[in-house]
C-alpha cells in the first residue's frame, strides 16, 4: 500500500498518542477542530528519508508546548523551562513521526528531532503539504503537519 | 451531573431485562462513564439528558446501544497470562491424549467483546497443536458492534501492545496502515457469532474447551447458575471450563469441580462416579 | 533490580522511570547506547557492579542506536543476565523482526501506557509477586 498518509491518519495517531502521555484520563483530548486562533509558537520537526522525503512538524502556542512538558516531564506548568519544552515537544514529533513513517513506502529513516522556537514557518523549501491536522487540546491550538519533498536527490525538480 | 435515582433504575431495568446484568446501586459512576461516549454521539451534554431522551423519545437503535455500551468488556491478548500458560502445560496434553483418533479440538470464546480472546486462543493452539490436529474457535457476544470489530480481526497500535508477545505479534498479525491484522489462516480458524448468554442457547459444541471469563460476575446467582447450566450442556463430559481469575462455580453449580491448574483454576464436570448433583444428560460423548 | 533506561529524550526517560520505580525498581539513566555501553564496561565488566536485570532500549540514538547496542550486549556473555526490551517508534513489521533477531527480548511499540510495559515484564517473570497492572 503505498496510498499518502490523511488526515483520518493523523486523527489515529493523535488519539493515541494523547490517550498514552497528555490525557490519560480521557478529560482533555486533542479535539479536531481548528483554534479559534492558530498559533505557531514553537515547531518540533522530525525528517523522513528514504524511499519517502520529506517532515513530519508539531506545531503549538507557547502554552501548549508548556503542557506537553509538564505533562512527559512530570513537573508544574509554572516550572516549564524552554529546554524542557525542548525535549519534550522534540519527543512529540519523534513519535508521531515515527507513527507517519510505518504508513509510507519502505524503507525509510527517521531523524532525530529538532525544535524551533521562534515561530517561523516557511523553514521547509521545496515540499509540498500531504496533510495537516488542525487541532485544539486544552483550549490551546496545536497542528500536525505532513510535507512531502518535491526535489529529488540530485535536486531536480520531481 | 450525576445520574439520578430514576434515571439510574431505568437503566438499570432496561440491562437487566435484556441482558439480565445486575447494576446494583453505587455503579452509577460505571453507567455515566459507559454512557458518555453515546450521548457525546447524539449531541447531548450530559448523560441524564441522554437517559431523558432514551425514557421518552428514544432513537432507532438507542436500547441496543444502551445495553451493549454497558454490557462490554475490557479485554486483551492473554488477558491474565496464566489461563493461557495452563491451556498449553494442562489442557493440552490431557486432550491430546483423549482426542487421538478425532485430532479436532472445538473451543468456544463466551463473551467475547473485542475478540483479543478468541484470537488468542487461536494463537495459542496453532503454536502447541502437533502436525495433522485440527482446531476451531467460536467467539460469541451480545454486542453486535463488538462482534463487528471482532469479525475484522483488526486492532491498534495500543491494543497490540498490551499483554501480546512481540514475538507472536510478527508471527501471527500484517500491519494494515495504522492497524494490525490476525493473518488469514488463523483468521479461518475463528467464527463469530450473537449469543444472550442470559437466554436459552442455540444448538452449539459440543465444546472441549470452553472459556467464559469475567461476565458472570455481571449476573444475579440465579442466572449465573442457569448460564452454568447451560455451559454444561455444551461441553463435553471431560472438556475445560475457565473462568475468569476472581470467579468460581463453586456455591453456584454442584456439577462443576475445581481442578488446579498451575497458579489459576480450571473446571470440569464431575464424572458419574463422583456427582454430588443429579446427573442430567452427560451421555453425548 | 537494576534497571537501564536508554534514550535519547529526557521525557521519555522520565515516563519510563516513574514506571518501573513503581515496581521498585532501581534505575540508571542512559543518553544513547554508547553511553550505556560505557556504564556496563567500566562498572559491570571491569568492575563490581551489579549487571541490570533489564534494560529499556529507545532505537533511534546518536552514537550508537539501540539495535547496535542490542547486538552488542548479546554479544557478551558476561551479560547473559539483561533481558533487553525495545521501547521505540520503529513500528513496521521487519523492523521488530530485526530488532528479535538482534536478541531483543521483548518489543514495546511507541506510544505505550504503563500497562503495557508492566504486562510485559509480567510475561518476562520479572514483575514482583503482589504487583498487578
Redesign the interface.
Do not use: D, M
Given at each position: 500500500m503505498t496510498t499518502q498518509p490523511t488526515v483520518e491518519d493523523l486523527k489515529v495517531i493523535a488519539e493515541q498518542v494523547w490517550s498514552s502521555y497528555l490525557d490519560v484520563d480521557g478529560t482533555s483530548p486533542l479535539l479536531p477542530v481548528a483554534a479559534d486562533k492558530k498559533v505557531i509558537d514553537v515547531t518540533a520537526s522530525v525528517s523522513v528519508t528514504g524511499a519517502w522525503r520529506g517532515h513530519v512538524l508539531v506545531s503549538c502556542s507557547e502554552a501548549a508546548g508548556k503542557y506537553v512538558g509538564a505533562a512527559l516531564l512530570g513537573i508544574e506548568f509554572d516550572d516549564v523551562a524552554e529546554e524542557d519544552v525542548a525535549d519534550a515537544l522534540g519527543e512529540l514529533a519523534n513519535i508521531i513521526g515515527g507513527n507517519v513513517k510505518s504508513l509510507l513506502p519502505e524503507p525509510c529513516a527517521l531523524s532525530l528531532p529538532h525544535v524551533h522556537i521562534d515561530g517561523s514557518s516557511g523553514r521547509y523549501p521545496a515540499v509540498t503539504e500531504v496533510c495537516h491536522l488542525d487541532g485544539t487540546w486544552r483550549d490551546e491550538s496545536v497542528t500536525v503537519t505532513v510535507l512531502e519533498s518535491t526535489t529529488d536527490l540530485a535536486g531536480a525538480k520531481a | 451531573m450525576t445520574l439520578t435515582t430514576q434515571e439510574f433504575a431505568f437503566i438499570s431495568g432496561l440491562v437487566r431485562r435484556d441482558a439480565a446484568i445486575v447494576l446494583e446501586a453505587g455503579k452509577e459512576y460505571l453507567v455515566e462513564a459507559r454512557l458518555l461516549p453515546l450521548a457525546r454521539q447524539s449531541g447531548l451534554p450530559t448523560v441524564s439528558e441522554f437517559v431523558n431522551r432514551a425514557q421518552q423519545r428514544p432513537e432507532p437503535d438507542m436500547h441496543r446501544k444502551i445495553v451493549d455500551a454497558l454490557t462490554t468488556n475490557e479485554t486483551?491478548f492473554?488477558r491474565d497470562?496464566e489461563p493461557f500458560k495452563q491451556l498449553v502445560e494442562t489442557v493440552l496434553p490431557d486432550l491430546l491424549a483423549r482426542r487421538a483418533s478425532t485430532r479436532q479440538i472445538k473451543v468456544w470464546s463466551a463473551a467475547s467483546s473485542s475478540g483479543q480472546e478468541p484470537y488468542t486462543l487461536a494463537m495459542v493452539l496453532n503454536d502447541n497443536l502437533p502436525a495433522g490436529w485440527g482446531f476451531d474457535i467460536v467467539g460469541t457476544d451480545i454486542s453486535t458492534e463488538m462482534l463487528t470489530r471482532a469479525e475484522a480481526g483488526q486492532y491498534?497500535?495500543?491494543e497490540?501492545?498490551?499483554?501480546l508477545?512481540?514475538?507472536l505479534?510478527?508471527k501471527h498479525f500484517?500491519?494494515n496502515?495504522?492497524h494490525w491484522k490476525i493473518a488469514s489462516g488463523l483468521r479461518n480458524k475463528v467464527s463469530f457469532r450473537r449469543i444472550n448468554l442470559a437466554a436459552p442457547f442455540p444448538p452449539m459444541g459440543p465444546f472441549d474447551i470452553v472459556f467464559i471469563r469475567n461476565v458472570l460476575i455481571y449476573f444475579d446467582v440465579q442466572t449465573k447458575r442457569t448460564v452454568l447450566q447451560r455451559v454444561a450442556g455444551t461441553l463435553r463430559p471431560d472438556g475445560w471450563l475457565f473462568l475468569g481469575s476472581a470467579e468460581t462455580t463453586i456455591g453456584i453449580d454442584d456439577r462443576f469441580e475445581r481442578v488446579v491448574a498451575g497458579r489459576t483454576s480450571a473446571y470440569k464436570l464431575r464424572t458419574a462416579s463422583k456427582a454430588a448433583a443429579p446427573v442430567s444428560a452427560l451421555g453425548k460423548g | 533490580m537494576l534497571t537501564m533506561v536508554i534514550d535519547d529524550s529526557r521525557a521519555m526517560r522520565l515516563i519510563l522511570k516513574r514506571i518501573v520505580a513503581q515496581l521498585g525498581f532501581d534505575v540508571v539513566e542512559a543518553g544513547n547506547g554508547q553511553e550505556a555501553m560505557d556504564y556496563l564496561k567500566t562498572n559491570v565488566l571491569d568492575g563490581e557492579g551489579e549487571i541490570p536485570g533489564l534494560a529499556l532500549v529507545d532505537w533511534n540514538m546518536p552514537e550508537m542506536n539501540g539495535l547496535e547496542f542490542v547486538t552488542a550486549v548479546r554479544a557478551e556473555p558476561r551479560l547473559r543476565g539483561m533481558t533487553l526490551m525495545m521501547v521505540t517508534t520503529e513500528s513496521e513489521q521487519n523492523q521488530i523482526v530485526r530488532a528479535l533477531a538482534s536478541g531483543a527480548h521483548e518489543y514495546v511499540i511507541k506510544p505505550f501506557t504503563p500497562d503495557a510495559i508492566i504486562d510485559k515484564l509480567a510475561l518476562l517473570g520479572l514483575v514482583p509477586n503482589g504487583v498487578a497492572a
Open positions: - | 486483551s492473554f497470562g491498534t497500535q495500543l497490540v501492545n498490551r499483554g508477545p512481540a514475538q505479534l510478527v500484517e500491519r496502515g495504522a | -
